[in-house]
Nanobody, 119 residues
Framework: QMQLVESGGGLVQPGGSLRLSCAAS????????MGWFRQAPGKEREFVAS????????SYADSMKGRFTISRDNAKNTVYLQMNSLNAEDTAVYYC????????????WGQGTQVTVSS
């Protein structure tokens, strides 16, 4: 069982930056692949980025490449999402998710944190 708690969301101006954090419970964080997803009002949830259990592999949605960076600190049971050059289209609830390495769907989800990009 894994519990995830996101933090770091808020209101930011266009062009600004935010760093989201996701703290995971449990002692086996380093066997879970982690991901960030987001859902904007009236839209389906979409993939943002993922990172392998060891942190050695990352993947990004095309629209986030070069602007977002996913990272993790297994000693702190935490995964991060650094978001730069934010624009209004990035406004959404951002969710952290986890799945055991080698499995298919993400099984564990956080409650989400709101990111609003507005002047």
């Amino acid at each position: 069982q894994m519990q995830l708690v996101e933090s770091g969301g808020g209101l930011v101006q266009p062009g600004g930056s935010l760093r989201l954090s996701c703290a995971a419970s449990g002692r086996t964080f380093n066997i879970y692949n982690m991901g960030w997803f987001r859902q904007a009002p009236g839209k389906e949830r979409e993939f943002v980025a993922s990172i392998s259990a060891s942190g050695g592999r990352t993947s990004y949605a095309d629209s986030m490449k070069g602007r977002f960076t996913i990272s993790r600190d297994n000693a702190k049971n935490t995964v991060y999402l650094q978001m730069n050059s934010l624009n209004a289209e990035d406004t959404a609830v951002y969710y952290c998710a986890g799945k055991l390495s080698g499995t298919g769907n993400y099984r564990y989800w956080g409650q989400g944190t709101q990111v609003t990009v507005s002047s």
